[in-house]
Structures are given as structure tokens and as C-alpha cells.
């Protein structure tokens, strides 16, 4: 009886260290066993990447590249830069990018604890004041720099599973009520892409 009551109290023993094995092995890979997985979307990361209708004459679009080195990227992530010819305003060129992630909570924590922590440089400004109607949450920040961009402007938002930033270069130390003018109109149409690309039915995630 002795020697059966041990071996009970030995399997209990090794369960307990298995299931704070899983728990710290799921803490660490930044997922848990019961967080719901993202659907199955009908669409692409590409898709949500700004296109020629969504900006202004003069500004020349890239083609959508994977984002090597980012450290926001996942197996899903993609980046569409452009370059502005005409002379109107400061913003000379910028990028969008679009990450996707294995569920809603990841990029949560994503966002918070490594895009915002990424982000410190960027200054609030109290210029911006456009809140996303559609975002979970969302971050808009300005930095000087040196070399042909005066100054830099970043707005990165989470959309269930998904991290969208859209950043500009300006020739200018400021930002000017036009070029902000510009950037939300970017930012609306990226909110209107994204809400519209949300509603579409979805299949249940794994």
C-alpha cells in the first residue's frame, strides 16, 4: 500500500511539472492552447496593401515585397513602399505594411509590447487627432531625422489578426496641416480596406 501510494504521488508529482511545462512553453511562444485561432480569411495579405486608387496623383507605388528582416514579420507579412514626384506638400516617400498573425490575441501582444516598444521614438503629436473607427488600436508618432527625410511619421494600428503601419518621410521638420491632411487620408482608406476585407465570411479557424 505504502509503495502504491507513492507512485500515485510521483505521477502527480511528474503531471504537475508537465502542465507547467506547457503553460511556460506557451507563455514563451506567445500563444495559448485556448486561444482561439484566426478564420480562415478570403483574401491575402497583398490584397489589404494600399493601391494606385487609394493615393494621391504623383505617388509611385512599388511592388509588394515579403518584409525580410522586419522583426514584426511572421510567415504573413508584406510591404508595399512608394515615392512621391510631384512638388505639392513635403511627404516624399513611405511604405505600408501589413502582418498577419496565428490569432487575434497574438497580434494584441504584438502590438503592445513590441510595435509600441519599437515605437518610443515616435512622438505623439497633438496635430493627429483621427481615432480608427475600426482598429482594436492603433498609434500615430513623428521622429527627426537626419539625411533626406527632415522628419518621420508612423501610424500603425491591430485589426483582430493583423498589424498595419503606414509611415512617411517628410522633406520638412513639421508637419504641416496639408501633409497630415494627406497621411489621414491614407489612414481612412487603409480603415475602409480593412473594415471592408473584415466582413467578409470567413471560415472557423483550426
Not at 514584426?72 to 514626384?85: K, P
Request: with cysteine; hydrophobic share 35%.
Amino acid at each position: 500500500m505504502l509503495t502504491e501510494s507513492r507512485e500515485r504521488r510521483s505521477w502527480k508529482i511528474v503531471l504537475v511539472i508537465l502542465t507547467v511545462a506547457v503553460v511556460l512553453l506557451s507563455t514563451a511562444c506567445g500563444c495559448w492552447l485556448w486561444e482561439p485561432r484566426a478564420p480562415q480569411r478570403p483574401f491575402t495579405v497583398q490584397d489589404l496593401l494600399m493601391d494606385q486608387e487609394i493615393v494621391p496623383p504623383g505617388w509611385e507605388l512599388s511592388d509588394p515585397v515579403f518584409s525580410v528582416g522586419d522583426t514584426l514579420c511572421t510567415t504573413e507579412c508584406y510591404r508595399r513602399g512608394f515615392r512621391v514626384s510631384s512638388s505639392e506638400g513635403s511627404i516624399r516617400y513611405g511604405r505600408h505594411n501589413v502582418y498577419r498573425y496565428l490569432s487575434a490575441g497574438i497580434a494584441q501582444r504584438t502590438f503592445d509590447h513590441v510595435y509600441l516598444a519599437m515605437s518610443r521614438s515616435l512622438e505623439p503629436t497633438s496635430e493627429w487627432t483621427y481615432q480608427s473607427p475600426v482598429a482594436e488600436r492603433s498609434h500615430f508618432g513623428c521622429v527627426r531625422m537626419g539625411g533626406p527625410a527632415n522628419l518621420f511619421c508612423e501610424w500603425g494600428a491591430q485589426y483582430e489578426e493583423f498589424i498595419v503601419t503606414f509611415g512617411v518621410g517628410l522633406s520638412s521638420d513639421e508637419l504641416s496641416p496639408a501633409d497630415r491632411e494627406h497621411i489621414e487620408e491614407i489612414v481612412r482608406a487603409i480603415d475602409a480596406r480593412m473594415e471592408h476585407y473584415l466582413n467578409e465570411p470567413t471560415e472557423e479557424g483550426d
